[in-house]
């Protein structure tokens, strides 16, 4: 079946002067597809729209000014410089709003570009790692490419590619870039241990990127009959599925499957999704609608942030007018749990930042941060100091409860702040 494939020249050469093109993102990154696409001197006007993305960004070198322009969706490492530079765009958008961008037309893909696996017996392939935006891209985009590795996982869910529908393809056969579990600080870990006390038995949880969340996910071994709503996890939800803690059995959408939108980890993770009917991977319309986070029980979404201001604003894609990430799916998820009876939406973050220098709790966000999460859909926020619930609560009664969850140092100078206004 693989016998056609072709170089990556050659695959790339489908794309035209003026296209718009998709990159699948994370773990699943085409890389070889990309650089041979930076390579190209005979193109302008490209219009390429990604997710985050891993490795090397060479489509925003110098080189490729006026021939190639990134348009991220949330950025990744990479993407940030270019960003910041003026040498890439970047789009404030919802994660459940992507596939939509892609399936209405507002953003006329022409080409999809994919790391799939290797087709089964049926001659289909998988999108393996990531569906998230990649399910829409592939349906509604003219042309696919694909980089077909034999090492990327076949998932299941709404993950299904026809290798019929691929119009050109590579073979390769390397390993998926990983991102294992880093050492938590002292932090970190009495974070996770605050947070992990507000999750209750049979919560359906959602768990964002970071050391905070996997802080929190390597001390619920102890709750009973969880469930997973998610729109990603990583390694330190392995073990828990393994020890019993996690079953499924009280959730209302997808009962008995935990539910996700794309997985980042190591290879212990990637063995894990491989043929694993019992992890469901679909688009992040579905999984980070709502609705249907709505419908689970005890929703408990754990999303991380970089500033919060003393009414509650949350900023989590900036440092001022610098991008450093995205919306994502943050409001998304912390809006479903708000729905979800007995649902607890949480934002969770250190109490300072810069070696202790700098205070996250602050009187007003840095000029330029973007409020990802309003201070009318907050709920729950959490650093190594305690745990307080804004919702409710006046200007006046959050601020006093923020700030008693402020690092002392910076406590006295904040109530001041109250105080005078």
């Keep these: 079946m693989l016998t ?15 296209m718009r093109v998709f990159s699948h993102g994370a773990s699943a990154t085409p890389a070889p597809l990309l650089a041979a696409l930076s390579a190209r001197t005979d193109i302008e006007g490209v219009r390429l729209y990604h997710l985050h993305t891993d490795g090397p960004a060479p489509w925003t070198d110098a080189a490729c000014r006026g021939r190639i322009r990134s348009v991220s969706l949330f950025n990744g490492p990479s993407m940030r410089e270019p960003v910041h530079e003026g040498r890439a765009d970047f789009v404030p958008i919802f994660l459940s709003d992507v596939p939509g961008l892609f399936l209405s037309g507002s953003v006329a893909l022409d080409v999809a570009m994919v790391q799939v696996s290797p087709p089964d017996r049926h001659g289909y392939c998988s999108l393996g790692t990531s569906v998230d ?8 985009a003219r042309f696919v490419i694909a980089e077909i590795n034999e090492q990327m996982p076949r998932t299941h869910g709404n993950t299904a590619l026809p290798l019929d529908r691929i119009d050109a393809f590579i073979h390769s056969n390397r390993p998926l870039i990983e991102h294992p579990p880093a050492v938590e ?40 009959d969880l469930g997973i709503h998610t729109e990603m996890f990583s390694d330190r939800l392995v073990d828990l599925i393994a020890t019993g803690a996690v079953t499924n059995r009280f959730k209302q959408v997808h009962p008995g499957r935990t539910v996700t939108s794309f997985v980042m980890g190591s290879k212990r993770l990637f063995d894990f999704v491989n043929d694993n009917p019992m992890v469901e991977f679909h688009s992040c319309d579905r999984t980070n609608d709502t609705a249907l986070i709505g419908r689970n029980p005890k929703v408990t979404a754990i999303n991380s942030a970089i500033q919060i201001d003393l009414t509650g604003q949350v900023c989590a894609d900036s440092f001022g007018h610098r991008i450093y990430s995205g919306i994502g799916g943050q409001m998304d998820f912390i809006r479903g749990a708000a729905r979800s009876r007995g649902g607890k939406p949480i934002i969770a973050l250190p109490s300072t930042a810069s070696g202790g220098k ?32 804004l919702h409710g609560l006046s200007i006046r009664e959050r601020a006093e409860a923020l700030v008693s969850i402020a690092h002392p140092d910076f406590r006295a100078s904040l109530l001041q702040r109250v105080r005078t206004g």
Excluded: C, F
């Excluded at 935006?133 to 509604?140: L, N, T």
């Design 4 to 18: 056609r494939a072709v170089g990556p020249e050659d695959a790339v050469s489908i794309i035209a002067s003026g």
């Design 358 to 389: 700098v205070s996250r709790i602050v009187w007003e966000l840095t000029p330029g941060a973007g409020v990802v999460t309003t201070r009318g859909h907050v709920h729950w926020v959490v650093t190594e100091y305690g745990a307080v619930n």
């Design 133 to 140: 935006a990649a399910r829409a891209a592939v349906d509604s």
């Design 185 to 224: 600080t002292p932090v970190e870990a009495r974070i996770g241990e605050i947070v992990a006390g507000l999750v209750e038995d049979r919560a359906t949880l959602q768990m964002g990127i970071g050391a905070i969340p996997d802080a929190v996910l390597a001390r619920l071994g102890n709750k009973r």
